[in-house]
Each structure stands twice: as C-alpha cells, then as structure tokens.
C-alpha cells in the first residue's frame, strides 16, 4: 500500500512540476515578446487560433449533452476559453470589432 501511495505522489509532483515549468516558459515568452515589442503581432496571430479552439471546445462540449461551455468541462478548455475573452479584449476592457462570434 505504500508503494502505490509513493507512485501516486511521484505521479503528482511530476504532473504539478512539468505545470509550473510551462507556465514559467509561456510566462518568458510573453516577457520578451513584450520588451522587443512584438507582443501585440503575436496576440493577433494567437487570436484566431485560441478562438477556434474556444469553438471547437463549445462544440465538442454540447455534442456531449452539456449544453455549451455553462455546463462544465475541463480546465483545459476553460483555459482555453478564458485565452479567447483575453485575446479580444484589446486592453481597455473594450472587445475588438469584428472579432468573436
């Protein structure tokens, strides 16, 4: 028994480790996007594709019975969702036109 314990464990800071990993990388990206000034190309080349993903998952998500992205779902794809509201807002809390839906 505690030979599973210490697996499971191991399992999770490995799972909880390689998270907080990516989240520094995605964070060091951002940072030098941002100092070279190429933060903004990058957010209008990543906003399609996070809104398609957004899509994809709502889609995915109602096929399953669950009526949309209000009915539950993954972390990843709340992520994914909260990714997509960001991208459009264009960073005075305004939505930009023509994008979305």
Given at each position: ?101
């Amino acid at each position: 028994m505690e030979r599973v314990l210490n697996l499971l464990l191991l399992r999770f800071g490995l799972l909880v480790g390689g998270l907080v990993v990516l989240a520094l990388l995605v964070f060091t990206v951002a940072l030098v996007l941002r100092r070279r000034g190429k933060l903004g190309a990058a957010r209008r080349y990543a906003a399609p594709a996070a809104r398609a993903a957004s899509r994809w998952l709502e889609d995915r998500g109602a096929a399953r019975g669950r009526g949309g992205s209000r009915g539950g779902g993954s972390v990843a794809g709340a992520a994914i969702r909260a990714a997509a509201r960001h991208l459009d807002d264009d960073g005075r809390g305004q939505r930009e036109r023509g994008a979305g839906r």
